[in-house]
């Protein structure tokens, strides 16, 4: 080995913050179903507690033999709406509490997949899954949840973005934390391993274990060496940053599997941020020539780092998955944090931008008193994007009660802080009341 | 196993002799050593073999850690696949 590339390696774990986000364990919770609920319940907490007995103690060992920290370790399930529906229960918060104290009985930082799929239609499951969750996000604490409202396929549900708008609204009131984890998702993938968004599809196999690898920050320092080259330059820089940075995931993602002796499913290469300093997707895109994220340049910027983070990245590992681009969350990066403070980023170029990376709307204070069909008619907005492009968008908004435009909100740790953004007070409400849905897309029909 | 022992710091006397008879008490074979000074600070890379799988690695890295602070140097241990991972297909 030279030395010059051993340093390199180092350089990047210990001042650049590259790191493995998570370590997901999928878990099929099919053969749990029983039309006794307490049943089912007593199965979920077997399964979950023996397949992920190891999880946090493997991802701690190969932190460190490996010296490479893992920031994550979670778990995702199958749809709960799918799961519950054999029981005659009305409430399924007994369910989420049982993920809840499966997920604390074996140390993991989140557990995924109290979730709904409903871009077509309702089943029982779906309904009460949905009216279940201002209490399950306020009153417990390591469970996420998501609702698929739309796809390419299918079209968009209407009466789920408006009834999301409405529990949005609902999760709100009780705590300003609750819709940190709830995603609303328009052409959800079944093998995501980031939160909230995760859960474990029905088409996979019965455990799986996924990674999501990081590093902004590395993707910025090898910027910072090319400064004033061209934009094929600086694709080019991107792809063999991300190259490296998603080798670290394949060995992580190997080896956990091995150990855990659960098939290996895929790599996300996704850029994920956190609040500390240097580890910003925006501060990529200002490195790229932004006085500030947000300006006019900002979505070709970011259509260009997000393709070529793919094109390194797929070369690099055996599988990819996931959402695998670039995350813009607002409160979790510091560069979008400060970007909004300067008022040069606002929710429409938000918006913009979510047609060209990962996901979505995500992480964004809004003020406590936006309308429900307001905040439903961001979820349609942005599921007409994903539609419309056949990618997945997600909306993760955050109304904070009490609070005004441009007061800052803290939601703590990895979630970070925000200034609460302005959201357009226009009516959309007589559109949102319409209901029904919106049909699927001509170029849908492919067969 | 095989891993790579990393010692970056401010030069002075009785580094490498420190790191080596620590490895030595521990019955750690070196294998292979490359040491240079890189904008004046000492940069050692030693690649190991540990022997038998009974080694505690998490202990390893700490007491090598807290090594580098009686020399003051930073001492790092890693499992070698990484590095191979990162820049090798």
């Known amino acids: 080995m030279e030395t010059n590339k051993i340093l390199e390696t180092i350089h990047m774990i210990s001042d650049e913050k590259l790191d493995i986000r998570t370590i997901t364990m999928g878990i099929s919770l099919l053969d749990c179903i029983d039309s006794d609920s307490d049943r089912a319940c007593e199965r979920i907490y077997q399964k979950i507690t023996t397949k992920a007995a190891n999880l946090v103690k493997v991802g701690e060992q190969i932190e460190a033999e490996y010296g490479i920290p893992i920031i994550n370790k979670r778990i995702s399930v199958t749809p709960i709406a799918l799961i519950a529906a054999a029981s005659s229960d009305q409430n399924y918060f007994k369910y989420a509490q049982t993920l809840d104290r499966a997920a604390k009985a074996v140390g993991v930082n989140f557990i995924g997949g109290f979730s709904a799929l409903v871009q077509k239609g309702y089943q029982s499951g779906d309904r009460r899954l949905i009216a279940s969750l201002p209490q399950v996000l306020a009153e417990t604490d390591l469970v996420c949840s998501s609702v698929n409202v739309g796809s390419t396929r299918s079209g968009i549900n209407m009466d789920a973005v408006a009834e999301m708008g409405r529990i949005v609204k609902a999760a709100a009131e009780r705590s300003t934390t609750a819709n940190t984890k709830l995603v609303v998702f328009c052409n959800a993938v079944e093998d995501n391993p980031f939160m909230a968004g995760a859960f474990h599809g029905v088409g996979e196999g019965d455990a799986v274990v996924s990674v999501g690898v990081s590093g902004p920050g590395v993707v910025k320092h090898a910027l910072e060496k090319v400064k004033g080259e061209s934009l094929n330059v600086v694709a080019e820089t991107i792809k063999k940053t991300a190259f490296k940075v998603t080798r670290m995931g394949q060995l992580v993602g190997t080896i956990a599997s091995k ?161 609460v953004m302005a959201v357009n007070p226009a009516s959309s409400a007589t559109m949102i009341n319409r209901g029904g849905s919106i049909p699927a897309p001509i170029h849908s029909f492919k067969n | ?31 292979d050593v490359s040491q240079t000074i890189m904008d004046g600070y000492f940069t050692m890379m030693m690649m190991v073999e540990i022997q038998g799988s009974q080694t505690d690695f998490t202990d390893l890295a700490q007491k090598l850690a807290d090594l580098g602070k009686t020399l003051g140097v930073e001492i790092k241990i890693r499992r070698e696949e990484i590095y191979h991972a990162m820049h090798q297909l």
């Open chain 2, 1 to 31: 196993m095989k891993a790579i022992l990393t010692t970056i710091g401010k030069d002075q006397v009785g580094i490498i002799a420190g790191v080596s008879q620590f490895l030595a008490k521990k019955e750690i074979n070196i294998l």
């Open chain 1, 259 to 419: 150990r855990l002796g659960v098939p290996f499913g895929i790599v996300d290469l996704s850029l994920a941020p956190t609040p500390a300093v240097g580890d910003s997707v925006a501060q990529i895109l200002e490195e790229i020539g932004l006085a500030k994220v947000g300006t006019h340049g900002t979505t070709a910027a970011l259509a260009l780092l997000n393709d070529a983070v793919k094109k390194g990245g797929i070369m690099a590992c055996s599988r990819v998955g996931g959402l695998s681009g670039a995350f813009i969350p607002v409160s979790e990066d510091a560069g979008m944090i400060s970007a909004v403070e300067a008022g040069s980023l606002n929710i429409e170029k938000l918006e913009a931008m979510t047609a060209v990376c990962s996901v979505g709307l995500d992480m964004i204070p809004i003020p406590g008193d936006t309308p429900a069909e307001t905040i439903a008619a961001m979820i349609a907005d942005e599921a007409a994007i994903g539609m419309i492009n056949n990618k997945t968008t997600a909306v993760r908004v955050l109304p904070v009660k009490g609070k005004k435009v441009g007061e800052m909100v803290e939601f703590g740790g990895l979630m970070g802080y925000a200034p």
